[in-house]
């Protein structure tokens, strides 16, 4: 009963490569092992559409996949944009490099992106990387959401307070906070809430 249709469009290594911006684009992002593959196949209700990230030290992409309601494959509805993570311990020099050439440029000159979901895993406490790039995505005036991912490896309580100590972080950089979902990939939470959000930004 898949509500979507997705397709594999393009990989990009290159700015020049990326499709024409005909559609909005919503594109997620954050630490590899963040679990955003396994959350773009939850959304999707694809199986492995995205591929884990695996290894580090591969060529970055940018992932662009159409998204069309169920059964109305000619009638794309946005870009789902997967994007390679950040803050590998272990990436290379020439990765951060690529981020820097291919992931910032796209992410501050696209004029399609109407989002850009940033990927936190929920057992963490604020991690500096993360607070880095939302800052600079706020800096360059980028509209983001958060998502707090693996909640089901948690219990309420600690999802709770971990979520908390990432706002007060925020709220020492900003006088409000981004919209914020909670996913699991196992049990399918978040998905209607972050469709919706989606749905409801096209609407705009
Ligand atoms: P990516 O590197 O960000 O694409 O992360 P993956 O989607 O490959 O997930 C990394 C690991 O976390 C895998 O072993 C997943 O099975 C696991 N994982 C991802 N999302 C969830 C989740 O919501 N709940 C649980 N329990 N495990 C998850």
């Not at 492995?48 to 030290?57: C, E, H, I, V």
């Not at 159409?66 to 272990?90: F, Q």
């Not at 895993?121 to 693996?150: C, N, S, W, Y």
């Amino acid at each position: 009963e898949p509500y979507l249709t997705s397709n594999f469009l393009i990989s990009s290594s290159k700015i020049s490569q990326l499709p024409d911006p005909a559609f909005p684009e919503y594109a997620f992002v954050g630490r590899s092992n963040v679990g955003k593959s396994s959350l773009i196949n939850m959304l999707t209700g694809r199986k492995d559409l995205a591929k884990t990230s695996g290894r580090p030290g591969k060529t970055q992409l940018i992932n662009h996949f159409s998204i069309a309601p169920a059964g109305d494959k000619e009638e794309v509805a946005w870009y789902l944009v997967d994007l390679p993570g950040y803050g590998y311990a272990r990436v290379s020099k020439t990765l951060k490099a690529e981020f820097q050439k291919l992931i910032m440029p796209f992410l501050e000159k696209r004029e399609s992106l109407m989002c850009v979901f940033v990927l936190i895993d929920a057992r963490h406490t604020p991690q500096e990387v993360d607070m880095d790039f939302m800052e600079r995505l706020g800096t360059k005036g980028i509209p983001f959401a958060m998502i707090f991912t693996k909640a089901d490896k948690l219990k309420p309580k600690p999802l709770e307070e971990n979520i908390a100590k990432y706002n007060a972080r925020m709220l020492e950089i900003w006088e409000e906070l981004p919209t914020q979902y909670v996913s699991s990939s196992e049990s399918g939470l978040g998905r209607v809430e972050i469709l919706n959000f989606i749905d409801e930004t096209n609407k705009l």
